[in-house]
């Protein structure tokens, strides 16, 4: 048996290309309903950075999966106390909570199910254990959205 070892992610220019068609399709609330413009402000410049990204949803609950590893937007997600999500004209404020391995390892198998192109990037596979997906935890944070209250609404 050969091992494959999961590919190592790279920004190349067809990468920031299609972020940036993807952005503009989800900004005017077009494309994929799972897609969504995920902001945050940056942990040292305070300016707000914003990425196309997928929602997950699984088990009643809303997830970020970190598929290409620990990145910048995992690291301000980390220091931030609140991120907005936008689609379309709707926004809402949220909070990100990076939960354990053991939550996270079948929010990992299941996005491996669901999104193919990001699959090199796991050594996991699809229907390996959730235990193997587990275990690259550390490797994809998993962070469970929570909605924010704001004043004078519900912030959904």
Known sequence: MIDVVAKTFRSTLI????????????????GPSYYVLLSIRGR????????????????????FVAPYGVRDW????????F???RRGRRSRQVRLVEVS????????????RKEPVTRPFFDARVGDPVSAFEAEADRHPV???????VSGGTGA
């Open 143 to 149: 962070f469970r959205v929570e909605n924010v209250q």
């Open 44 to 63: 040292r410049s305070g300016v707000e950075r914003t990425i196309p990204i997928r929602l997950m949803r699984h088990d009643g609950q809303e997830w």
């Open 83 to 85: 991120a907005v999500v």
């Open 74 to 81: 995992v690291h301000n997600a980390r220091a931030a106390d």
């Open 101 to 112: 391995a053991a939550v996270a390892a079948p929010v990992l198998a299941a996005y491996v």
């Open 15 to 30: 990468r920031r290309v299609g972020n940036v068609v993807i952005g503009g399709v989800v900004k005017l609330g077009v």
